[in-house]
């Protein structure tokens, strides 16, 4: 996100860049770009993919952002049921 040719579709690339943030210190293992395009010498990403940890006080923290992405992102509410992923997109 820091690249000028690196965008996240319909989102502010700075609030996208904070979530990102937010889920690391809230203790994801990783966080990816996924669906991206190319288009015009840029990369549009579409989604975030999140890989959550076992631990459940962690999960919590990462349920806790994940709220505010899919309010930016108009996305249903995603309960914690296990999953090892989250896939955060823009519909």
Do not use: C, W
Not at 7 to 36: N, R, T
Not at 40 to 51: A, C, I, N, R, T
Not at 55 to 68: G, H, M, N, Y
Request: glycine share 6%; hydrophobic share 40%; net charge negative.
């Amino acid at each position: 996100m820091k690249q000028p040719n690196h965008v996240f579709s319909k989102a502010d690339p700075k609030e996208v860049a904070q979530f990102v943030e937010d889920f690391y210190q809230s203790g994801a293992l990783q966080v990816f770009f996924a669906d991206i395009e190319d288009k015009d010498g840029k990369q549009f990403g579409e989604s975030l993919l999140v890989v959550l940890p076992k631990d459940p006080s962690a999960r919590a923290k990462l349920f806790e952002v994940e709220a505010r992405v899919d309010t930016v992102f108009q996305n249903e509410a995603v309960q914690d049921k296990g999953q090892k992923y989250l896939l955060n997109g823009l519909e």
